[in-house]
């Protein structure tokens, strides 16, 4: 997996076969920074895009190719021995009101230098069905963290954020929140040259400003209902800049911090209120520590937990979905809930290239 913050891959071994997924192994491999730097260029409008693009997945899939060999190298587990690959790719568009999502990737050349069968291109099916394509990992949580008579919220924090109501009764809603760390990663890169705000110490070192609070949560995207979802074709630089000229860079800082736990708290509240007593994080976020002190600030009435709780290592659970979302499309069965993306039905995701 490889995220809207761009900072490398996430690579899982998972075993499904037993009651409970277990997470065998994991590494992370950071991005090289002139793969980083053409990724994010490709985020927006830029010159040869095709074949800069073209270019940049089969990078992409080199790095990859790599972190699956590290993991087997570690592990001992011999290439034959998996099953599939499920390969996400490095999302550069998501317009699914258009009715398209883009994911770089080249999962022919990761089964070619892997020896492995690869599943990819998870999300096109569902917005050809009418939905939204993301979020996907709802459906992992459902499987997995759901439980009968128990009101769940499952939040994670990547560059964008998304939470996962998980019902009483087993049904499930889903959708992205807003930004999670894009922009706050995006703020200190400019200013500090730093690529993210660890624990969120620059954050903690300003102030709120109320009024761009107030500007920034007048975003429409936030009042619209579910199913939705959301990405850097949204928050952009411009956007951020349309919000933040001529104000003291700390308190900026500051205040998209406060902007992200907002809207995380707000949408949690407006669909579940006060049944949600269980809210387990998992993502880059829960690292932030700053981050994580105003969510419990702002959401006191909940338990507030990482999802290693529930078994699964909160840095690794989006990994893990997705290896478990090519497990479903070898196994022909669905890999969204409608209700979350708003498709017209469940539907089987991925296409499968053998080894």
Not at 33 to 44: D, I, K
Not at 106 to 133: C, H, K, M, S, Y
Not at 178 to 185: F, Q
């Amino acid at each position: 997996m490889s995220g809207t913050s761009l900072d490398g891959v996430d690579c899982a071994l998972a075993d499904f076969s037993g009651p409970s997924p277990r997470t065998v192994a994991t590494h992370f491999a950071p991005f090289e920074p002139a793969l980083r730097a053409e990724l994010l260029a490709l985020q927006g409008k830029t010159d040869n895009e095709l074949e800069r693009a073209a270019l940049a997945a089969n990078g992409l899939v080199r790095a990859y190719a790599a972190a699956a060999a590290e993991v087997l190298r570690n592990t001992g587990v011999a290439a034959n021995q998996v099953r599939a690959i499920g390969a996400h790719g490095q999302t550069i568009r998501h317009r699914p009101e258009l009715g398209y999502t883009l994911q770089l990737n080249n999962p022919a050349l990761l089964a070619e230098l892997t020896g492995i069968t690869v599943v990819a291109d998870f999300r096109a099916r569902d917005v050809a069905a009418g939905g939204q394509g993301a979020p996907l990992a709802p459906t992992f949580h459902h499987a997995v963290f759901g439980a009968p008579g128990k009101t769940r919220v499952i939040v994670n924090i990547g560059g964008i954020g998304n939470i996962t109501l998980l019902g009483p009764d087993g049904g499930a809603l889903g959708f992205d929140t807003g930004p999670g760390n894009v922009l706050m990663d995006l703020w200190i890169a400019r200013h500090q040259g730093k690529s993210h705000d660890a624990d969120g110490a620059w954050a903690a070192a300003g102030r709120v400003l109320p009024d761009l609070l107030a500007r920034l949560l007048a975003e429409p995207y936030l009042a619209l209902p579910p199913p939705k979802s959301t990405g850097r074709d949204l928050f952009t630089a411009d956007w951020l800049d349309s919000h933040c000229a001529q104000l003291p860079p700390a308190d900026v800082q500051a205040t998209l911090c406060e902007f992200t736990a907002a809207t995380i708290v707000d949408a949690i509240r407006t669909q579940v209120g006060d049944a949600a007593t269980d809210i387990f994080v998992c993502g880059g976020g829960g690292h932030n520590t700053h981050l994580q002190s105003r969510l419990r600030a702002l959401g006191a009435t909940w338990t507030w937990q990482a999802t290693d709780a529930l078994g699964v290592a909160a840095d690794w659970v989006e990994a893990m979905a997705f290896a478990w979302l090519a497990q479903r499309a070898l196994d022909n069965q669905p890999g969204n809930i409608a209700s979350v993306t708003g498709a017209a039905g469940p539907r089987v995701l991925g296409a499968i290239y053998p080894r």
